[in-house]
C-alpha cells in the first residue's frame, strides 16, 4: 500500500475502534479486512497497540472528558470547525499507535507473549492426523485435537497471557491463571479469551463455533465482544460480523473425545453435519423435508453404514450408495 491508502486506512481503523464509523465506513473496514490475510494481520497489530495506548493512558489517569473540554477551550471557535478537530483528534491517536508500534516492535517474544519465528524461542506444532490426539501444554492445560487439526502454541508460555493458534477442532480443559489469560487464534478474525475453564472450538474456513461447558469465554471479532456461559453455543460465520448466541442442546460436539454420537430430538440435518466432520464420506439429503426429522438415539463407535442403516429404518428413508457419497432420498 502507498503511503496516502496506509494513512486513510489508519485514519479509518482510528474511527472503527473508537465506534464512530458510519454503516458505509464499516463496511468499507470489513470488506477491507476480508481482502487478504495481510490486511487481517495488520488488523490485529493495530488493535493491540491501540489497547495497550489505553492501557498506558490509564495508567496516568487519563480524563478524556476533562482534556477535551480543556482543549476546546485553548481554541478560538473562528480558526477550526468540527472537521479541523476531528483531523486533529484522528493525527494524535495515529502518533499514538505510531510510538507504541515502534516499542511493541522492539519488544522481545517473551514480552509480548506470542509464538515467535526467532529459533531461541521454541515453538510446537501439534497435528493430530487422522486420530484424536491429547496433549498436555506447559501450563498443565490438556488440549484434544480432533483429527485433522493443528494448534500451533510455544512450548512454554512466557509474557502476560497465553496464546494458540488453532485450525480444525479441540476441546481446551484450561488450567486457571487470572495474571495470565489463554487466548485461542481461530479463523474468521475470532479471538477466544479464558482464565481456567473447559469448551469445544471449532476453527474452519467457513465458520467458527464455540461450546462452553464450565466457566466463562470471552470471544472477540473485530469491535465486537459477548461472554458465554456454559451451555451456551456461539456461531460466527466467514461472511458475517455478527456472533449468534444459542442455547446449545446436544452432545453431538463431544463424539470425538467420547466416541459417542449422541442424539436427544436432534434435527437431522444436524446429525449429517456432524458424521460428514466425523467420515471421510460425504451425506447429502436430498429432500428439504428431511432436514426437519428429529432423531433420539446414541451410537457407539460404530461403523457409518449402521449408523446410516438406523437413520434408514427410523424414518424409511431410501439412501443410494455413489462411490464415497451417500444421498439420502
Given at each position: 500500500m502507498s503511503n496516502e491508502i496506509n494513512s486513510m486506512i489508519d485514519d479509518l481503523l482510528v474511527k472503527y475502534l473508537l465506534g464512530e464509523c458510519v454503516?458505509?465506513?464499516?463496511?468499507?473496514?470489513?470488506?477491507?479486512?476480508?481482502?487478504?490475510?495481510?490486511?487481517?494481520?495488520?488488523?490485529?497489530?493495530?488493535?493491540?497497540?491501540?489497547?495497550?495506548?489505553?492501557?498506558?493512558?490509564?495508567?496516568?489517569?487519563?480524563?478524556?472528558?476533562?482534556?477535551?473540554?480543556?482543549?476546546?477551550?485553548?481554541?478560538?471557535?473562528?480558526?477550526?470547525?468540527?472537521r479541523m478537530l476531528?483531523?486533529?483528534?484522528?493525527?494524535?491517536a495515529a502518533t499514538l499507535l505510531v510510538f507504541f508500534g515502534i516499542i511493541r516492535f522492539f519488544q522481545t517474544p517473551e514480552q509480548k507473549g506470542l509464538p515467535?519465528?526467532?529459533?531461541?524461542?521454541?515453538?510446537?506444532i501439534i497435528f493430530s492426523e487422522q486420530m484424536t490426539r491429547i496433549d498436555t501444554l506447559s501450563d498443565q492445560s490438556i488440549v484434544t485435537l480432533n483429527r485433522k487439526s493443528k494448534l500451533i502454541c510455544p512450548e512454554k508460555f512466557v509474557g502476560k497471557e497465553r496464546r494458540v493458534a488453532l485450525e480444525g477442532e479441540a476441546f481446551f480443559a484450561i488450567s486457571p491463571n487470572k495474571e495470565k489469560p489463554f487466548?485461542?487464534?481461530?479463523?474468521?478474525?475470532?479471538?477466544?479469551?479464558?482464565?481456567?475453564?473447559?469448551?469445544?472450538?471449532?476453527?474452519?474456513d467457513q465458520y467458527t463455533e464455540v461450546v462452553v461447558e464450565t466457566g466463562l469465554v470471552e470471544i472477540r471479532k473485530f469491535n465486537k465482544v459477548i461472554l458465554l456461559h456454559p451451555n451456551e453455543k456461539a456461531r460466527i460465520n466467514d461472511s458475517d460480523s455478527s456472533i449468534k448466541i444459542e442455547a446449545n442442546k446436544d452432545k453431538l460436539y463431544k463424539y470425538y473425545r467420547s466416541r459417542q454420537f449422541e442424539c436427544?430430538?436432534?434435527?437431522?440435518?444436524?446429525?449429517?453435519?456432524?458424521?460428514?466432520e466425523a467420515y471421510d464420506d460425504t451425506i447429502i439429503?436430498?429432500?428439504?423435508?428431511?432436514?426437519?426429522?428429529?432423531?433420539?438415539?446414541?451410537?457407539?463407535?460404530?461403523?457409518l453404514e449402521s449408523v446410516l442403516d438406523v437413520i434408514s429404518e427410523t424414518f424409511d428413508i431410501q439412501i443410494q450408495k455413489k462411490g464415497h457419497q451417500y444421498i439420502l432420498k
Open positions: 454503516p458505509e465506513e464499516k463496511a468499507k473496514v470489513e470488506t477491507w479486512l476480508g481482502e487478504k490475510e495481510e490486511n487481517s494481520i495488520y488488523f490485529n497489530q493495530f488493535k493491540r497497540i491501540w489497547d495497550e495506548s489505553k492501557s498506558l493512558s490509564t495508567m496516568h489517569e487519563f480524563d478524556e472528558e476533562v482534556s477535551w473540554q480543556k482543549l476546546k477551550a485553548r481554541m478560538k471557535p473562528h480558526r477550526y470547525n468540527v476531528r483531523t486533529v483528534i484522528l493525527s494524535i515467535s519465528n526467532n529459533p531461541t524461542i521454541a515453538k510446537q487466548i485461542i487464534e481461530a479463523k474468521n478474525h475470532v479471538e477466544i479469551k479464558v482464565l481456567g475453564t473447559s469448551f469445544n472450538v471449532k476453527s474452519f436427544d430430538n436432534t434435527p437431522l440435518w444436524k446429525v449429517i453435519e456432524v458424521l460428514n439429503i436430498d429432500n428439504k423435508e428431511l432436514r426437519k426429522l428429529t432423531l433420539t438415539t446414541s451410537f457407539d463407535n460404530e461403523s
